[in-house]
Every structure is written in structure tokens, then in C-alpha cells.
């Protein structure tokens, strides 16, 4: 393509003929200039970008951590380590922040996409004015793909309808293969392809495992572009789900890491700390920040629970070490296409720090945590389940204790955006051609909005002014190449805002003022924000964070919080926001919701229909009603489900008898079966489900009925009050996620399923309104 093409304005406006115009093709004057496709800049290179998920600073061997992570020192040592790189603390933001190089106030995702409110800074809703990288690279000749995670679309636009905005094929990837929301099961996924739903092609049985089906679709998609459009520079963006709970590890690395924490989460973080000094990640004469007051030292914790915390890590080590192996897949195809070398890696290992949402003993089914019922998980509970810990069988998360320790040396954990534990994120950066430097340490201070620009520069590309005739907003981060050749070149980011959940603090040329509001070890509803105490360091001389020196300089203190207050009015970041109930309702948040009323009809053939898209039918009265075409001969499979393995429904039929299982998280199984079998033909079926009432999670007595004649009836002793895990959706005809029920003769209904509705009747005793609104916000947090 012509060089002197402008490029501020996208898409590129086409240029118009300008010439004589010929009767005849023969004619010899009749010559245009020929066809050139849509190009960057000559040298731009290709970009594989790579986000983890809840990984903390100190957790992969790159950085000093216990988990083994092979291919990510293989890149670091073939590139640069940058040591003070940062995320937001929370999913949502970083991922917001990262793709549009603008802070996450900035483009409405101060915190995630779930928790939504009307305040300019928390819509979720990325405006107009912030096109992403994808975007603006598409329009300049990449070719752009993402696999894996998509968080950062609103909730009332998660459905399988659209719009399609912010999805990721409306953000300028030309191919999503992956899931939408916070979290999903590794064994069962719920998968979109682009904009449409699908199946995994394999069964945990048969090996089937997220992260591998991601670096192979990813291989794939490479080899096709090296066949097909090998002069068209690439921009791949890879965000596995790992690892953000459930901790979910194939078979075969189970054991990778046996025994290998017994000596817990204390002596682990000593040893990581020495590791980190030696591989001169953190400087040698810095300091081990304390352990917060309410995180248990390892030898006060009941000696019957250290074989439970110790196999919690050692199944977050593989997952992660997994990960890193699947990666390693990823980054080899490129390799042996011979693009190596033109390659700019960019390995941002967390998008926040490592999870403190497990609670201090860890979870073997995070849906527990995250409706607040962690009651049931006594150790006995816990150790009678330890050795399914990882497998499909469980959806588990570790102990907070664990969390901290893989964020050493800083302190606190995953959305306290006060302090570096939260925020601080090894980045590893990898390009051979572009760098000279190999396994050097890169120090300045810098941002997940320098990201974007830095590849904007490497592509010889100009910040957008306008998109699509919309005027942009400038890009508020700063390019990072300038210290690809330099590590002793000032840092060019001087000033940084951080703000979660009213947790804040602000970096300016190395002074920290920080105030952990609302920290995992404290209330759901903090103290008001007039009340926080706020810490001030020098992080010139205290790398870590680890001497407190407010009370000596509280002028310093003064200056910073000032700088806080001014940077937070200029990103948006006010009205600071730590509200429960208000968030948690749509309705007093200011955010749309996809289903509202009473009632709700779903036709066959709809499936993997996400909560956000359902009314709820939890803590009271209900009908679930479904058209039915019963088939000759013995009738199986499932009518309508929701929910899986960690807890859910389902109507269906073994043996030809209509069927209702209630799953409590795993736990147990409450069944009603049918007297009779269903006979052939067109019938309406029913079930009712009669609250208890008396509160939340309560039981009911369940009716079950064809054309209007009862068949059965039975009983459900006690229910959920939130809703089941969020990425095991409703299913119209089928099962597709993890089975509600081991129950199912089929998965799949043998009949014909032609509408299923649900209703909640008028009159019906409802105690939804009864669950505590912090336990919605912690739900809400739970999945991020």
C-alpha cells in the first residue's frame, strides 16, 4: 500500500479514480493504478498478546515463583522482564484498560462489567470515542483474532442476540473462538464461536480441557493465516480462563506437584523471596512485606487442614503450570512457521493479582462461597472430598492464604488496588528482530495502558483521531519501546491512579499514597471513605511497600492524596462507589437487565442461555411448563435444564417417565419421578414447585404433571438463594454443560422440545427479596 496513505482517520477513506474515463479497455490512455490490499507500514510486526487470569507477581517461576513455568523463562531469557509493570486489580478494568490504552474510569469499567452502575465511570459500556487496539490495527491491514476470555461486554448484552458491540468481533477481532463473563469450568465451557454458541467437540472423559482447546484452535488459526495471508501481519490477543477459579487440571498433571507445599504458605513466600532477589526481579536490600493481620500464620492453622490447604496449591500450581505448557504450544507454531523472529510477545502474567475469594480454607465448590452458604464446608467436608479437588467433580478455588503468598513479596491480593499485591503483574516482553537485549530487566514504572501504544508505535501507526466518524478520545498511556533498548532510560509514566471498590492509591515519581478500603480480610460494607486510613511510601528506597510513613511525613501525604483527588476527577473516577445493595439491583444501579416479569418462553433449539438471561425462579414459587413432542417407544434425554454439576435443575425423562432433579451444589439430589410413562404424541408437562417460604434457600414440595393430571409429586428439602454457577447456562432439549444429575440415561431429548416456559405465578410466595444484598455483590465479585 502507498506510504504517504493518512492513517488518523479510520477506516482509511478510499480514494476515488481521479482520470479520463475510456470508451474502450483497449483504449491505451485507459490505465488505473492497479488494486493494492490494505497493509501497515512496512516493518510492522506481528503481535501475540497473552493475558493470564488472577496470577499473582509471585507465582510463576519466571518471576521467583513455586509454579513451574518453562516457556514463559524461556521468553524472558531470550527478552526483557519489566518488574514494575501494573493491571487495575480487578478483570473487567485491566482488560478495558489494556485493549483501548485508556484508563478503565475512563472507558465506564471501574470495576466489572457485573456490578454496572449509570455513573459515567461504571457503565461497562465502552463508549464510541475509545476504539481498541484490534480495532485500529484491523483497519491498518492486521489480521486480528481472539482466544479465551471476553469480560468486558455488558451483562445485558451477554446473550446469544447480541448486540454484538462489544463483543469481540464487534472490537475489531475478526474471529473470537472463547467464552463471555468472569469465569468458566475448564471441563465444560460455555463456548461461543464469533457470536454463536457451541459445544466442546470432546468429554472431560475423552480429554477435553479449556486452555488446550484454545492453544490448539489458536495453532490452528495461525497455520491458516501463514498459508493463506503470509504478507499480512498479525494480531493475536490469547486470555485463557486459567487461573481464575475452578482450579481445573487434566488427569494426567494431578500430580505434578504432590507434597511439594506441605511446608505452607509462609516458608513458600520466603523461599519465593529469595528466589526473586537472586533472579534480581526485586532489588537485594528490599524488604518481605508482613502478613496482614487476618490471613492465619501456616503453624497456627488446625493440623487437620494443612493436607487440604497443601492440595489446594498443588492444584493451582499445576493449572498454572499447564497453562504455561499450553502457551508454550502456541508460541512453537509460530516458531516453525518461521515468524519467530518478527514476532513482538507481550506475556502479561495476571490481570490482577492472585485471588483472595477463597475464603481461608478454600473451596471445593466456589458457588458455595459465592451464595455464602461456606458453612457446609467444615474440614470434615473438605477432607472428605480431597482427592477430587481439580477433577471435573469439584469447581474449587484455594485459601486466600495461598493468594497472598503467590503475590510475595507485596502485600494484600486480586481488587486492592491500593497496594502492589493487587496490582503488580510480571510482564515479560519477547520480540528478536526489535530487541537486541536478551534476558535483561527492564524497571520503570509502567501501566497496562502503555500496552496499546507501545504497539501502535512498533506498527508505525498514529493514534486514531477519528473512528467511524466518531472523534477519539487520546490515548492516555505512553509507549514502553523506548525502553526495549535502554534499561537505564527514564520511565516516561510518572503519575498513576489506581481505584477499586474504593480501594485507591496513586504513584508519583515513586511516592505511593495507598488506603485499602474494603480488603478481603474485612467487611463486606467498609467504614465511609472519610474514615479510610491511608499509608504513604517511598518506593525509590521501600520497593515493597513495607514502612509506613505517614505519621512522619503527612505533608507528603497531604500533596499525594491532593494528586488522587485531582487525577480521580479527571478519569472519571468519582463518585467513588463501594455500595452493596444499590449495585447489586439493577434497577436502583441504573443498569438494564435482559429478562424482567413474571413470565418467560423459550423455544426449542435455544441453548447455552446465560443467567442474565432468564428470570429467576430462586427462593419462591414457580412453574417450568414445556410443549412436548413424545416419540414412539421409550422416551429420554432432557427437557430443559439449568445449571450442572455445582448445583441446578433439570425436567427430563429416564425410562420413558417424566423426571425433576434439584442439584444442591453438589451435595445432594432431590428426585420426583413420574407414576406412569409418558404416552406418545403431543403433551404439555409440568412441574410445580411450592416454596416452603419462611426465608431464602428453603425447600418446596414439587408436582409433576401432564396435560393438567398430576403424575408424582415429592419433596426438595432446602435449595440455593443465588444463582448456580455462572457459566452453566439454560439448555432447551439437551444438558450441554456439566450434568445436572448422573441420573440421565441421554443428555440429549429423544422427542421434540417446542417451548419451555417459565412463571412465577400471581400470588406466589416470593422471598427473593430477602437474600442479603452483600451476598449478591459478593457473588458478583465471586465471578470476576
Same mark, same amino acid.
Given at each position: 500500500?502507498?506510504?504517504?496513505?493518512?492513517?488518523?482517520?479510520? +477506516?482509511?477513506?478510499?480514494?476515488?479514480? &481521479?482520470?479520463?474515463?475510456?470508451?474502450?479497455?483497449?483504449?491505451?490512455?485507459?490505465?488505473?493504478?492497479?488494486?493494492?490490499?490494505?497493509?501497515?507500514?512496512?516493518?510492522?510486526?506481528?503481535?501475540?498478546?497473552?493475558?493470564?487470569?488472577?496470577?499473582? !507477581?509471585?507465582?510463576?517461576?519466571?518471576?521467583?515463583?513455586?509454579?513451574?513455568?518453562?516457556?514463559?523463562?524461556?521468553?524472558?531469557?531470550?527478552?526483557?522482564?519489566?518488574?514494575?509493570?501494573?493491571?487495575?486489580?480487578?478483570?473487567?478494568?485491566?482488560?478495558?484498560?489494556?485493549?483501548?490504552?485508556?484508563?478503565?474510569?475512563?472507558?465506564?469499567?471501574?470495576?466489572?462489567?457485573?456490578?454496572?452502575?449509570?455513573?459515567?465511570?461504571?457503565?461497562?459500556?465502552?463508549?464510541?470515542?475509545?476504539?481498541?487496539?484490534?480495532?485500529?490495527?484491523?483497519?491498518?491491514?492486521?489480521?486480528?483474532?481472539? !482466544?479465551?476470555?471476553?469480560?468486558?461486554?455488558?451483562?445485558?448484552?451477554?446473550?446469544?442476540?447480541? +448486540?454484538?458491540? *462489544?463483543?469481540?468481533?464487534?472490537?475489531?477481532?475478526?474471529?473470537?473462538?472463547?467464552?463471555?463473563?468472569?469465569?468458566?469450568?475448564?471441563?465444560?465451557?460455555?463456548?461461543?464461536?464469533?457470536?454463536?454458541?457451541?459445544?466442546?467437540?470432546?468429554?472431560?472423559?475423552?480429554?477435553?480441557?479449556?486452555?488446550?482447546?484454545?492453544?490448539?484452535?489458536?495453532?490452528?488459526?495461525?497455520?491458516?493465516?501463514?498459508?493463506?495471508?503470509?504478507?499480512?501481519?498479525? !494480531?493475536?490477543?490469547?486470555?485463557?480462563?486459567?487461573?481464575?477459579?475452578?482450579?481445573?487440571?487434566?488427569?494426567?498433571?494431578?500430580?505434578?506437584?504432590?507434597?511439594?507445599?506441605?511446608?505452607?504458605?509462609?516458608?513458600?513466600?520466603?523461599?519465593?523471596?529469595?528466589?526473586?532477589?537472586?533472579?534480581?526481579?526485586?532489588?537485594?536490600?528490599?524488604? @518481605?512485606?508482613?502478613?496482614?493481620?487476618?490471613?492465619?500464620?501456616?503453624?497456627?492453622?488446625?493440623?487437620?487442614?494443612?493436607?487440604?490447604?497443601? #492440595?489446594?496449591?498443588?492444584?493451582?500450581?499445576?493449572? @498454572?503450570?499447564?497453562?504455561?505448557?499450553?502457551?508454550?504450544?502456541?508460541?512453537?507454531?509460530?516458531?516453525?512457521?518461521?515468524?519467530?523472529?518478527?514476532?513482538?510477545?507481550?506475556?502479561?502474567?495476571?490481570?490482577?493479582?492472585?485471588?483472595?475469594?477463597?475464603?481461608?480454607?478454600?473451596?471445593?465448590?466456589?458457588? @458455595?462461597?459465592?451464595?455464602?452458604?461456606?458453612?457446609?464446608?467444615?474440614?470434615?467436608?473438605? #477432607?472428605? *472430598?480431597?482427592?477430587?479437588?481439580?477433577?471435573?467433580?469439584?469447581?474449587?478455588?484455594?485459601?486466600?492464604?495461598?493468594?497472598?503468598?503467590?503475590?510475595?513479596?507485596?502485600?494484600?491480593?486480586?481488587?486492592?488496588?491500593?497496594?502492589?499485591?493487587?496490582?503488580?503483574?510480571?510482564?515479560?516482553?519477547?520480540?528478536? #528482530?526489535?530487541?537486541?537485549?536478551?534476558?535483561?530487566?527492564?524497571?520503570?514504572?509502567?501501566? &497496562?495502558?502503555? &500496552?496499546?501504544?507501545?504497539?501502535?508505535?512498533?506498527?508505525?501507526?498514529?493514534?486514531?483521531?477519528?473512528?467511524?466518524? &466518531?472523534?477519539?478520545?487520546?490515548?492516555?498511556?505512553?509507549?514502553?519501546?523506548?525502553?526495549?533498548?535502554?534499561?537505564?532510560?527514564?520511565?516516561?509514566?510518572?503519575?498513576?491512579?489506581?481505584?477499586?471498590?474504593?480501594?485507591?492509591?496513586?504513584?508519583?515519581?515513586?511516592? $505511593?499514597?495507598?488506603?485499602?478500603?474494603?480488603?478481603?480480610?474485612?467487611?463486606?460494607?467498609?467504614?465511609?471513605?472519610?474514615?479510610?486510613?491511608?499509608?504513604?511510601?517511598?518506593?525509590?528506597?521501600?520497593?515493597?511497600?513495607?514502612?509506613?510513613?505517614?505519621?512522619?511525613?503527612?505533608?507528603?501525604? #497531604?500533596?499525594?492524596?491532593?494528586?488522587?483527588?485531582?487525577?480521580?476527577?479527571?478519569?472519571?473516577?468519582?463518585?467513588?462507589?463501594?455500595?452493596?445493595?444499590?449495585?447489586?439491583?439493577?434497577?436502583?444501579?441504573?443498569?438494564?437487565?435482559?429478562?424482567?416479569?413474571?413470565?418467560?418462553?423459550?423455544?426449542?433449539?435455544?441453548?447455552?442461555?446465560?443467567?442474565?438471561?432468564?428470570?429467576?425462579?430462586?427462593?419462591?414459587?414457580?412453574?417450568?411448563?414445556?410443549?412436548?413432542?413424545?416419540?414412539?417407544?421409550?422416551?429420554?434425554?432432557?427437557?430443559?435444564?439449568?445449571?450442572? !454439576?455445582?448445583?441446578?435443575?433439570?425436567?427430563? $425423562?429416564?425410562?420413558? *417417565?417424566?423426571?425433576?432433579?434439584?442439584?444442591?451444589?453438589?451435595?445432594?439430589?432431590?428426585?420426583?419421578?413420574?407414576?406412569?410413562?409418558?404416552?406418545?404424541?403431543?403433551?404439555?408437562?409440568?412441574?410445580?414447585?411450592?416454596?416452603?417460604?419462611?426465608?431464602?434457600?428453603?425447600?418446596?414440595?414439587?408436582?409433576?404433571?401432564?396435560?393438567?393430571?398430576?403424575?408424582?409429586?415429592?419433596?426438595?428439602?432446602?435449595?440455593?438463594?443465588?444463582?448456580?454457577?455462572?457459566?452453566?447456562?439454560?439448555?432447551?432439549?439437551?444438558?450441554?454443560?456439566?450434568?445436572?444429575?448422573?441420573?440421565?440415561?441421554?443428555?440429549?431429548?429423544?422427542?421434540?422440545?417446542?417451548?419451555?416456559?417459565?412463571?412465577?405465578?400471581?400470588?406466589? @410466595?416470593?422471598?427473593?427479596?430477602?437474600?442479603?444484598?452483600?451476598?449478591?455483590?459478593?457473588?458478583?465479585?465471586?465471578?470476576?
Amino acid at each position: 500500500m502507498a506510504t504517504d496513505v493518512p492513517r488518523e482517520v479510520l +477506516p482509511i477513506p478510499d480514494r476515488p479514480y &481521479v482520470g479520463p474515463t475510456m470508451y474502450d479497455a483497449r483504449d491505451p490512455r485507459a490505465t488505473y493504478r492497479p488494486i493494492e490490499p490494505l497493509r501497515p507500514p512496512e516493518g510492522a510486526p506481528n503481535v501475540l498478546l497473552i493475558l493470564l487470569d488472577d496470577a499473582g !507477581f509471585g507465582s510463576n517461576s519466571a518471576f521467583g515463583g513455586p509454579c513451574r513455568t518453562p516457556t514463559f523463562e524461556r521468553l524472558a531469557e531470550a527478552g526483557l522482564r519489566y518488574t514494575r509493570f501494573h493491571t487495575t486489580a480487578i478483570c473487567s478494568a485491566t482488560r478495558a484498560a489494556l485493549l483501548t490504552g485508556r484508563n478503565h474510569h475512563s472507558v465506564g469499567m471501574g470495576t466489572v462489567s457485573d456490578m454496572a452502575t449509570a455513573a459515567p465511570g461504571y457503565t461497562s459500556y465502552r463508549p464510541n470515542t475509545a476504539a481498541t487496539i484490534a480495532e485500529t490495527l484491523l483497519m491498518n491491514g492486521y489480521a486480528t483474532a481472539q !482466544f479465551g476470555k471476553c469480560h468486558e461486554a455488558p451483562t445485558w448484552e451477554w446473550s446469544s442476540k447480541g +448486540p454484538f458491540h *462489544r463483543w469481540p468481533t464487534g472490537s475489531g477481532f475478526e474471529y473470537f473462538y472463547g467464552f463471555v463473563g468472569g469465569e468458566t469450568s475448564q471441563f465444560y465451557p460455555s463456548l461461543f464461536e464469533n457470536t454463536r454458541p457451541i459445544r466442546p467437540t470432546k468429554t472431560p472423559e475423552e480429554g477435553y480441557h479449556l486452555t488446550e482447546d484454545l492453544a490448539s484452535r489458536a495453532c490452528d488459526w495461525l497455520r491458516q493465516h501463514r498459508s493463506l495471508a503470509p504478507d499480512r501481519p498479525f !494480531f493475536m490477543y490469547f486470555a485463557p480462563g486459567a487461573t481464575h477459579a475452578p482450579l481445573h487440571v487434566p488427569a494426567q498433571w494431578l500430580e505434578r506437584y504432590r507434597g511439594a507445599f506441605d511446608q505452607g504458605w509462609d516458608a513458600v513466600r520466603e523461599v519465593t523471596f529469595s528466589r526473586q532477589k537472586q533472579l534480581g526481579v526485586v532489588p537485594p536490600n528490599c524488604e @518481605l512485606t508482613a502478613r496482614p493481620a487476618g490471613i492465619p500464620a501456616w503453624d497456627s492453622v488446625a493440623d487437620e487442614m494443612k493436607p487440604v490447604l497443601a #492440595r489446594q496449591m498443588e492444584i493451582y500450581a499445576a493449572f @498454572l503450570e499447564h497453562t504455561d505448557f499450553c502457551i508454550g504450544q502456541v508460541v512453537d507454531v509460530i516458531a516453525e512457521l518461521g515468524m519467530l523472529e518478527d514476532t513482538l510477545i507481550y506475556v502479561i502474567t495476571g490481570d490482577n493479582g492472585a485471588s483472595g475469594e477463597g475464603t481461608l480454607h478454600g473451596t471445593w465448590n466456589e458457588s @458455595l462461597t459465592m451464595t455464602g452458604m461456606t458453612q457446609i464446608e467444615t474440614p470434615e467436608f473438605l #477432607r472428605a *472430598r480431597l482427592e477430587s479437588f481439580g477433577t471435573p467433580q469439584s469447581y474449587p478455588q484455594y485459601s486466600l492464604g495461598w493468594g497472598h503468598a503467590m503475590n510475595a513479596p507485596y502485600q494484600w491480593t486480586k481488587r486492592v488496588a491500593s497496594h502492589w499485591g493487587g496490582t503488580r503483574n510480571g510482564l515479560i516482553v519477547h520480540w528478536p #528482530r526489535g530487541i537486541e537485549a536478551r534476558g535483561e530487566l527492564r524497571h520503570q514504572f509502567h501501566h &497496562v495502558i502503555d &500496552v496499546a501504544p507501545t504497539f501502535l508505535e512498533v506498527a508505525r501507526l498514529p493514534h486514531p483521531v477519528m473512528v467511524y466518524g &466518531v472523534t477519539q478520545q487520546p490515548i492516555e498511556g505512553v509507549s514502553m519501546a523506548y525502553s526495549f533498548h535502554d534499561a537505564s532510560a527514564p520511565e516516561r509514566r510518572t503519575t498513576q491512579y489506581f481505584e477499586i471498590l474504593g480501594n485507591r492509591g496513586i504513584y508519583h515519581e515513586g511516592w $505511593t499514597a495507598v488506603t485499602a478500603h474494603g480488603p478481603p480480610t474485612g467487611p463486606m460494607t467498609p467504614r465511609p471513605f472519610d474514615e479510610d486510613v491511608w499509608e504513604l511510601y517511598d518506593t525509590n528506597t521501600d520497593w515493597t511497600q513495607a514502612h509506613d510513613l505517614a505519621k512522619e511525613q503527612p505533608d507528603k501525604l #497531604r500533596e499525594l492524596q491532593r494528586l488522587f483527588l485531582i487525577e480521580a476527577a479527571k478519569y472519571n473516577v468519582l463518585p467513588l462507589d463501594d455500595r452493596t445493595a444499590e449495585r447489586a439491583n439493577p434497577d436502583t444501579a441504573g443498569r438494564p437487565v435482559l429478562a424482567r416479569g413474571r413470565r418467560q418462553r423459550l423455544y426449542g433449539g435455544m441453548g447455552r442461555v446465560d443467567a442474565f438471561a432468564v428470570i429467576s425462579i430462586k427462593n419462591k414459587s414457580h412453574r417450568i411448563t414445556a410443549q412436548v413432542v413424545v416419540p414412539s417407544g421409550q422416551c429420554e434425554g432432557v427437557i430443559v435444564a439449568q445449571g450442572g !454439576f455445582p448445583g441446578g435443575w433439570s425436567l427430563y $425423562t429416564r425410562n420413558g *417417565r417424566l423426571k425433576y432433579c434439584y442439584n444442591f451444589y453438589g451435595l445432594e439430589h432431590f428426585y420426583i419421578a413420574a407414576d406412569e410413562p409418558l404416552p406418545a404424541g403431543p403433551h404439555l408437562v409440568r412441574m410445580d414447585f411450592e416454596y416452603d417460604g419462611g426465608g431464602v434457600a428453603k425447600g418446596g414440595t414439587v408436582r409433576l404433571y401432564v396435560d393438567d393430571r398430576p403424575l408424582g409429586d415429592g419433596r426438595v428439602e432446602r435449595t440455593q438463594p443465588l444463582p448456580f454457577a455462572s457459566d452453566e447456562p439454560l439448555d432447551i432439549g439437551r444438558d450441554g454443560g456439566s450434568p445436572v444429575t448422573p441420573d440421565y440415561f441421554l443428555r440429549e431429548f429423544t422427542g421434540e422440545v417446542q417451548w419451555v416456559e417459565l412463571e412465577v405465578p400471581e400470588g406466589a @410466595l416470593d422471598f427473593d427479596a430477602q437474600v442479603p444484598q452483600e451476598e449478591r455483590m459478593k457473588a458478583a465479585l465471586v465471578r470476576e
